[in-house]
């Protein structure tokens, strides 16, 4: 399962203006000259950085040891939800909930679809 492509466009776009915002000093400077709200300074860009990257990492740790009790592709998943995060978690879990753990969720907001792998 694969969630939505609007996530990873979301939350991964979103990490990546956190890092160039927080590492590249012209960024920042040229991002506050236009924007109409005042920016956090760098130091909190950077602990923000910090927190998603730790809960990104503790999520992925997460889908991993899911996956493996599973039976399904461990590493996928735990690439996919370092990517992107709780929506490939909920999807982990929607997928494992039911009797056969290989099934296609059911219906819900996330709107997970699957993806073929080679056999």
């Known amino acids: 399962m694969r969630p939505n492509w609007a996530w990873f466009a979301l939350l991964d776009g979103g990490m990546a ?10 960024a920042y ?4 000259r236009h924007s109409p709200l005042p920016l956090p300074p760098r130091r909190a860009l950077r602990a923000i950085l ?3 990257v730790m809960i990104h990492v503790t999520e992925a740790v997460a889908a991993g040891r899911r996956a493996r009790r599973r ?4 590493r996928g998943w735990v690439l ?3 990517a992107v ?3 490939s978690l909920r999807a982990l879990r929607r997928a494992t909930a ?3 753990p290989r ?10 679809t699957p993806v073929r792998r080679p056999s």
């Open 17 to 26: 203006s956190l890092v160039v915002l927080s590492a590249v000093g012209g």
């Open 29 to 32: 400077d040229a991002v506050t």
């Open 50 to 52: 910090a927190g998603a």
């Open 71 to 74: 039976g399904l592709p461990v």
């Open 80 to 82: 996919q939800t370092l």
């Open 85 to 87: 995060g709780f929506p």
């Open 98 to 100: 039911s009797a056969d």
């Open 103 to 112: 099934s296609p969720p059911g219906t819900g907001d996330l709107k997970a």
